[in-house]
Structure formats: structure tokens, C-alpha cells
Nanobody, 121 residues
Framework: QVQLVESGGGLVQPGGSLRLSCTYSGFTLYKNSMGWFRQAPGKEREGVSCISAHDGGISYADSVKGRFTVSRDDANHIVYLEMNDLKIEDTAVYYC??????????????WGQGTQVTVSS
């Protein structure tokens, strides 16, 4: 059974940093892709970053390139999203998901419950 649990969200000032964690079970990253997504109030869910099951390649949305970094701890089944230089517009609920393609959230089947990130002064 696929399970994903996000953690690490919180309140941070603009320019600050947070590291989100996604602990997963029931699948292996070598067979299933994984993505980070976010949804702000009144907006559609959007892709932030994804790890390809095909070659392990990592992609980022243009809005977070150079500020966000994905890393993985395969031994402990955790994928991290390091977020630096946070902006007010990064405020959203952040989700990890698996069994999808690229940064399109509609292609993903398994989702975590999300973690709130609020960037505010």
C-alpha cells in the first residue's frame, strides 16, 4: 500500500528557508516517479519538482529554479524539498505524490496529506 507523509512546513519570513520531508512506503523510487506540488488558496495545484523513475532526473518549475532543491535518502525512504529565499507567493499547502509523470499533478495517483508553508513578515 502506497503511503506518503509530508512534514516540515511552518511559518517563515520572506527570504527564509524550510526543508520539507516526504516519507514514503509501499513503492520504490526506482520504479515510481515522485513529485512535489503545492496549492495556494483559490489556485489550482501546481507542480514544483519531480524525480523521474526512468533515470532519476530532477525537474523544477521555473518559479522555484535556483531556490528549491530536491534530495533523496533511499535508505530511509525520504525525499526532501529544501526551500531557500522563500517568497510570499510560495505560501501554499505542499504535497508529495507518486506514480505520475512530470510536473502535471493530474497524472499522479498517490498523494500525501500535505503540509502548510506560510511565508509572511
Amino acid at each position: 500500500q502506497v503511503q506518503l507523509v509530508e512534514s516540515g512546513g511552518g511559518l517563515v519570513q520572506p527570504g527564509g528557508s524550510l526543508r520539507l520531508s516526504c516519507t514514503y512506503s509501499g513503492f520504490t523510487l526506482y520504479k515510481n516517479s515522485m513529485g512535489w506540488f503545492r496549492q495556494a488558496p483559490g489556485k489550482e495545484r501546481e507542480g514544483v519538482s519531480c524525480i523521474s523513475a526512468h533515470d532519476g532526473g530532477i525537474s523544477y518549475a521555473d518559479s522555484v529554479k535556483g531556490r528549491f532543491t530536491v534530495s533523496r535518502d533511499d535508505a530511509n525512504h525520504i525525499v526532501y524539498l529544501e526551500m531557500n529565499d522563500l517568497k510570499i507567493e510560495d505560501t501554499a499547502v505542499y504535497y508529495c505524490a507518486t506514480d505520475g509523470y512530470g510536473l502535471d499533478p493530474w497524472t499522479y495517483d498517490g498523494w500525501g496529506q500535505g503540509t502548510q508553508v506560510t511565508v509572511s513578515s
